[in-house]
């Protein structure tokens, strides 16, 4: 998966999902996850630069929250499971340290019987 | 050459024999155990953590599964793959799973909060590890309850600057 601009972001739900299915959600999101104790090849200090928050949502609830640090790899991906009980959207918001914002959806649909 | 060949066998064999008695002997020593490891003495950082997150509240091992690889080639970009066999029903379920690593500049590299909706403990990404050290996988229940998982990784290239 090549993503390149920071914020861009994709999810992956697997193609046939049937009601109650137990799914896994891949997630991926482009960023550069600076520590701030990095610098360039001048010698200025890189600051830290995050993702810090991931809210996750099915339809109107909200299913997951993560709170991460500049530990978290660059361009962080995170994968989890989801039971597939209603035809709705998965939304992810990724916060950064800086304030910005990313977000991301994918619809949940069952193929039909 | 084949004597020379069984000349270094039998040196390293007996090598191994001296080291293998020596670790024997401190492990006897320290009253440790090799089945199952035991985490090192969580440094002043991790225990303040671990009091915060968990007050007095023992930690059990048990019921996680860290899988993370035994050597980190590159620091940079690890591996974690946290599961656990605990129910998430409605009544029953893990509330927030937590990622530390001992020796990292800061250790409390994740937090993820978790509802019965999600089904499944199986929450897997990749961090940053500074240096070898141990890492833990603390899962906490809605009923209070907490258990946890170690994995010692040996980290050859610095990936926290």
Redesign the interface.
Known sequence: MMINDIGEARIRVPDQIRRGD?I?VNAIVSHP?D?G??RTVEGDPIPAYFIKDVIVS?GS??????????????D????????A?KEAPLTMVWSDNKGAIFKQSVTISFVSA | MSERRAFFRSCAAALTGLITTRTERLLAATGLSLEPEDPEVPNQEVARILKELFGGRPIRRGHVELDMPVVAEDG???PVIIESDLPMSADRYVTGVHLI?DH???P????????P????V???????MKRTTWVRAILETNTGEVWAGYARVLVTLN???
């Open positions: 137990l896994t996850m520590t104790f990095f099915y609830q909200e299913v997951a929250r993560f709170e991460w640090t500049s530990g978290v790899s660059r962080p991906v995170v994968s989890f499971t989801l039971i009980d | 940079r970009v690890v690593v990292n500049p800061d409390h590299l994740a937090a993820f909060h978790l509802t909706a999600i089904g499944s199986s929450i897997s990404t990749r961090i940053k990936g926290c600057g």
